[in-house]
């Protein structure tokens, strides 16, 4: 495994633990606007998400011909 593959692992993992400590923290402190904001974010991530399934399921055929 390459150094750089290493660092990128080594900052995802703590990237990851940040976010879960202040997730923790800010549901402790906050718990109504915590859910609200995540529920948002939930929402939001699904529509866009299908919104991108849809545009590629609808996409025309390119005109070159070629078989995808």
């Known amino acids: ?3 750089k593959t290493k660092l990128a692992r080594k ?3 703590s990237t ?6 202040g ?3 800010k549901l402790a402190h906050k ?6 904001l995540l529920t948002a974010g939930a929402v939001i991530g ?7 399934a ?6 025309q055929p390119s005109e070159t ?4």
């Open 54 to 59: 849809n545009s590629k399921s609808t996409e």
């Open 16 to 21: 990851a633990k940040h976010t879960a400590r």
């Open 1 to 3: 495994m390459s150094v």
């Open 65 to 68: 011909g070629a078989v995808s």
């Open 46 to 52: 699904l529509v866009v998400g299908w919104l991108v």
């Open 11 to 13: 900052a995802v993992k």
């Open 23 to 25: 997730t923790t923290s």
């Open 31 to 36: 718990p109504f606007r915590t859910v609200t």
